[in-house]
T-cell receptor
């Protein structure tokens, strides 16, 4: 099925460093989401993006909806140890009749490790 | 506020045994409901989704089935488990207008032995 290309697959950084990850798709989405998943837990929504070009922040997190609607990035500033986990991008469309209507497509995830 | 409950949290089942995982949503009505499976901590695969009571769509052929007997209840089942059914199963919901993103349950870790 459809998949998003998420990169990098993993990151090992020092506490205090900034992090950047991105997702690209061959299809257009009209909604992009970024999730964080801790081990043994379900993904938790970090940021939702609804409009092409939209730039949204949530604390130290900033995400943007690409202008082509085929990509998105997530930045984490001044990382802390509790930022460790797997970060997923996800996209879907709300246009009835589209093949991805209402169905969330996920990237493969970025595993983030933060060294104190 | 809306909450989603999923149980059990962990399950160890022998090959050939039946399966029933339950998911319920509170604080909303007529949600769209989804079952996902996650293997090896990466990549979520959509298994089933439902837009209403008794309405089930299957995304991939497999040894599993889903049912929605009530508006806010979604059940994942199998008559005979296979080793390949092991994984982390996640239930999710979203409003019918698809606003505010998908909310996931805490997951069920299924190990078939």
């Amino acid at each position: 099925g459809q998949q998003l290309n998420q990169s990098p697959q993993s990151m090992f950084i020092q506490e205090g460093e900034d992090v950047s990850m991105n997702c690209t798709s061959s299809s257009i989405f009209n909604t992009w989401l970024w999730y964080k998943q801790d081990p043994g837990e379900g993904p938790v929504l970090l940021i939702a993006l609804y409009k092409a070009g939209e730039l949204t922040s949530n604390g130290r997190l900033t995400a943007q909806f690409g202008i082509t609607r085929k990509d998105s990035f997530l930045n984490i500033s001044a990382s802390i140890p509790s930022d460790v986990g797997i970060y997923f991008c996800a996209g879907y469309t709300t246009n009835a009749g589209g093949t991805s209507y209402g169905k969330l497509t996920f990237g493969q995830g970025t595993i983030l490790t933060v060294h104190p | 506020s809306q909450t989603i409950h999923q149980w059990p949290a962990t399950l160890v089942q022998p090959v050939g045994s039946p399966l029933s995982l339950e998911c319920t949503v509170e604080g909303t009505s007529n949600p769209n409901l989804y079952w996902y499976r996650q293997a090896a901590g990466r990549g979520l695969q959509l298994l089933f989704y439902s837009v209403g009571i008794g309405q089930i769509s299957s995304e991939v052929p497999q040894n599993l089935s889903a049912s929605r007997p009530q508006d806010r209840q979604f059940i994942l089942s199998s008559k005979k488990l296979l080793l390949s059914d092991s994984g982390f199963y996640l239930c999710a919901w979203i409003r019918t207008d698809f606003l505010y993103g998908y909310t996931f349950g805490s997951g069920t870790r299924l190990t078939v032995v």
